[in-house]
């Protein structure tokens, strides 16, 4: 099975309504253990099944294949029907490139840092 | 290695077993051939390592049963590169090049919403980031996938950027 490791933090929202996780994803998610690692995240999402909101830290995640993405588009849509959203910070030009080119980032939204993601959720501004 | 320099196609080929296991493996040789020995940039050697990976997982799934074999073949002439990966026809979700065709096509269409957590590898990823592709019967019973880029962009010259308009939200 191909190295990969997903790491859940908790992120104070100083709202009651928002509940926030930094979802730190490292290695590469491919065939061979996204079935395996993607339980993480549904454990999560049915522990939590109302206003929770995801940000996805994939500085150190080196590649992911399309049914990786699937995975991830499916989180969204759970996810987003239930009040809270998920969004991306750090990603990798190569993983970029792929989250583009199958329509995914019209859908969540990518930022640089924790501070940008944590404003986006918030439905705040960023200065 | 420079155009000029090719003296002739640099022909690599690879047998693999029907596993996802290797793939890792595969994914690195792919990564590392196209950054040394052609003039992609780093950006296509990364498309390129995600087409190899998406085209040999449709074989493992749909190809070649367990046990048995998966061959690639990475074919560079300086001015394109094209990859084959080509099933034995024995796995258990067998599908043929006209159903493969197909499948892609209609999955293509700026109508199709996907809400399935696969289905965007060949008809999004390879596609998309590929001039020219194809799929062929073989006289084995299996199904030869070939994957076609060129060097330079002028059969695809707004490619680089592609974004696809469909929305495939999962409810």
């Known amino acids: 099975m191909t190295e990969a490791n997903i790491a ?15 979802v730190t994803i490292s290695g590469q998610l491919d065939e061979s253990n996204i079935d395996e690692k993607s339980k993480q995240i549904y454990d999560l999402i049915n522990q939590i ?4 909101n995801l940000i996805l830290n994939l500085e150190n995640l080196e590649y992911m294949n399309s ?7 499916d989180w969204y849509g759970k996810i987003s029907s239930a009040n809270g959203k998920i969004v991306i910070m750090k990603a990798k030009q190569n993983i970029a490139d792929i989250l583009n080119v199958v329509g995914l980032t019209q859908l969540i939204p990518m930022f640089t840092t924790v501070e940008e993601a944590k404003f986006a959720i918030l439905g705040e501004q960023t200065a | 290695m420079a155009p000029q320099d090719i003296q002739q196609p640099i022909k690599i ?5 029907t596993q996802a296991y290797f793939m890792s493996g595969v994914r690195d040789f792919t990564l590392g051939l196209i950054k040394n020995t052609t003039q992609f940039g780093d950006m296509w050697a990364f498309r390129f390592q995600s087409i190899v990976d998406e085209l040999c997982n449709n ?6 049963a367990p046990g048995k074999d998966i061959k690639l073949e990475f074919l560079y002439d300086g001015k394109s590169l094209e990859i084959t990966v080509e099933d034995t026809g024995t796995g258990k979700n067998k599908t043929t090049a006209k159903e493969l065709t197909a499948i892609v096509e209609e999955r293509k269409k700026p109508t199709y919403v996907n809400k399935e957590i696969r289905g965007r590898g060949l008809s999004k990823i390879v596609a998309n980031w590929t001039d020219e592709l194809k799929f062929e019967d073989t006289q084995a019973g299996g199904v030869k996938v070939t994957a076609k880029k060129y060097l330079n962009q002028e059969k695809n010259p707004t ?6 308009k469909t929305h495939i939200v999962l409810q």
Not at chain 1, 8 to 22: N, R, T
């Open chain 1, 8 to 22: 859940i933090e908790d992120v104070q929202s100083g709202k009651a309504d928002k509940i926030i996780k930094l």
């Open chain 1, 49 to 52: 099944p109302q206003n929770l």
């Open chain 1, 67 to 73: 049914k990786s993405i699937g995975y991830l588009t």
């Open chain 2, 13 to 17: 080929m690879l047998t693999l077993p």
């Open chain 2, 59 to 64: 074989a493992i799934e749909f190809g070649s």
């Open chain 2, 159 to 164: 490619g680089l950027q592609m974004e696809e």
